[in-house]
């Protein structure tokens, strides 16, 4: 190719490039808070809490709240059980206990990954609106009934702006 050939082709590649960073960009601009917690050894002792503190601090937004578990092979179960305690900035708080699975029922696991790593993605509450800006708590403790769960990478926390149309 000639050089006058090529220019129109840089130019439509540097258009594409740039749609992609903008479109990427714009991807995560409804991420409020993202925190994501190693736990030690891959094995989660039933006494360990994983503790995440989110800062809210406009009330007039719709948000989704929600985990990312990563496990390996060595993850016994199909579910995992949390105990979820919110403490808000006024100082009330809430236990949840919730239950999520990690498999289908033939064994197949869920989540992204391959052979040696899962990671599994759980909504947690869908369309919240918080009363008061401030730093919300949430302590997350293991209970499967077993003192120690092996095969636990991390637990992440997410919180994600939407549109309250679409909730």
């Avoid at 092996?150 to 926390?157: A, E, I, K, R």
């Amino acid at each position: 190719m000639t050089g006058h050939r090529m220019l129109p082709v840089i130019r439509k590649t540097r258009v594409l490039l740039v749609l992609v960073l903008v479109g990427l960009a714009s991807c995560n601009q409804s991420l409020v808070y993202e925190e994501n917690r190693e736990i030690p050894g891959k094995n989660w002792h039933k006494d360990s809490l994983v503790v995440f503190a989110a800062a809210i601090e406009d009330t007039s937004n719709v948000l989704n709240f929600g985990f990312s578990f990563e496990h390996n092979n060595d993850y016994p179960y199909s579910n995992l059980w949390l105990f979820i305690d919110v403490k808000g900035p006024e100082g009330h708080q809430q236990t949840d206990t919730m239950e999520f699975f990690l498999a289908e029922p033939d064994g197949r696991w869920l989540g992204k990954g391959n052979d040696d790593s899962r990671t599994v993605n759980w909504l947690y509450k869908r369309g919240v609106k918080m009363r008061q800006p401030g730093t919300y708590s949430f302590v997350v403790r293991q209970g499967m009934r077993r003192d120690r769960l092996d095969g636990v990478q991390s637990l992440s926390m997410w919180v994600e702006k939407i549109n309250p149309e679409t909730k």
